[in-house]
C-alpha cells in the first residue's frame, strides 16, 4: 500500500515537472541573463539613436548602413540628420539632440570635445576621403588641372569655408597651388558639399571642388578632371566618429559604435569612395 502511494505521488510530481518545464525553464533563463533568441536585441526596443552626419555620408549611410542596423537591431529607431560638420557642430552646442557625430574634419569634433560634448573614450579617427576637381559630365571647357582654373570665365563651387570642410579643404588647395586671389572672384560658395556637387551637376557652375566620394555618387551627372596634388592638401581629409555625451540610449549608442566597425559596415564605406583609417 505504501508502495503504491510511493508511486502516485512520484507520477503526480512528474506530471506537474513536464507541464511546467518550459515556463520555469525560459523564466529562469531570463533571470539568469540568457539569451533565448535574441535577448540582447530585445533589450534595445524603444531605443533611439540621433546621428548627426556630414553631409558626404548621406547616401552610405541612408542607402545601406541605417537598413543593416535596423535588420539587426529592429527595435532600435536611428534618425539621421544630415548638414555640413560646421552647421551641425553648432546645432550640438545649441542643444540638438544627437547621439552619434560623424564629421568630415577634426576641427569641429575637435571643438566639441574642448567644449565636453564628446564622449573622449569613443573618438576615433575613422575614415578618409579625397578632394577632387569635377566639371559637369557634358562639359567641354579646357580645364585638366586646378592651375587652369585661373583662366576659365564662369563659377567655381566650393563648400563655404567658414563652416563646410569640403570648402576649407577647395581653400586650402587653392591658397598652396597659389591660385586662390586668382579665383576668389569667381567663387560660388554652397551650404555643405552636396550643395556644390548639385551646382555642377546641373550646370550652374563650370566646376567645383569636392570630395571623391560625392563625385563617385553622381557619375552620370558630374566627372572627375583630377585629384588634388599631395603637396597642396596639408590635412589630411579625415572623418572621426564618436558617441556624445548628451546621449539618452547608452546601449543603443554603443550597439551603433561597434555597428559601424563591423567588417560589414567598412566594407559599405569603401562601396561608397571611403578609406578605412588605419
Known amino acids: 500500500m505504501r508502495s503504491m502511494k510511493k508511486l502516485m505521488l512520484i507520477a503526480i510530481l512528474a506530471a506537474i515537472v513536464i507541464v511546467s518545464a518550459g515556463t520555469v525553464s525560459a523564466g529562469w533563463f531570463d533571470f539568469l541573463g540568457g539569451d533565448s533568441g535574441n535577448n540582447t536585441n530585445a533589450n534595445l526596443t524603444g531605443q533611439e539613436v540621433n546621428l548627426a ?37 553648432t546645432q550640438i552646442e545649441n542643444g540638438l539632440e544627437a547621439d552619434v557625430f560623424m564629421s568630415a574634419a577634426n576641427k569641429q569634433m575637435n571643438k566639441l570635445a574642448e567644449e565636453g560634448l564628446v564622449d573622449n573614450s569613443t573618438n576615433l579617427q575613422f575614415l578618409e576621403n579625397k578632394v ?8 567641354n571647357a579646357n580645364i585638366s588641372s586646378f592651375d587652369d582654373l585661373k583662366n576659365i570665365s564662369g563659377n567655381i563651387a566650393i563648400g563655404d569655408p567658414e563652416s563646410v570642410p569640403a ?26 558639399v552636396t550643395a556644390v556637387l548639385n551646382q555642377v551637376a546641373q550646370g550652374s557652375a563650370e566646376c567645383g571642388i569636392v570630395y571623391a566620394t560625392d563625385a563617385k555618387s553622381m557619375p552620370d551627372d558630374v566627372k572627375v578632371i583630377c585629384e588634388a596634388p599631395d603637396d597642396a592638401l596639408k590635412t589630411p581629409v579625415i572623418y572621426p566618429v564618436a558617441a556624445l555625451k548628451n546621449s539618452t540610449d547608452d546601449n543603443a549608442t554603443k550597439a551603433f559604435m561597434d555597428f559601424l566597425q563591423t567588417k560589414e559596415a567598412k566594407d559599405v564605406f569603401v562601396e561608397y569612395g571611403f578609406t578605412i583609417h588605419e
Not at 545601406?64 to 544630415?82: H, S
Not at 586650402?172 to 555643405?192: A, C, M, Q, Y
Open 53 to 89: 552626419a556630414a553631409a558626404s555620408l548621406k547616401n552610405a549611410f541612408d542607402e545601406k548602413l541605417i537598413p543593416m542596423f535596423q535588420e539587426k537591431y529592429p527595435g532600435v529607431k536611428v534618425t539621421p540628420t544630415y548638414a555640413s560638420s560646421g552647421d551641425l557642430q
Open 132 to 139: 577632387v576637381l569635377i566639371v559637369p559630365a557634358d562639359s
Open 167 to 192: 570648402g576649407q579643404y577647395a581653400q586650402e588647395v587653392l591658397n598652396n597651388t597659389g591660385i586662390w586671389n586668382d579665383v576668389e572672384s569667381k567663387l560660388s560658395l554652397g551650404t555643405d
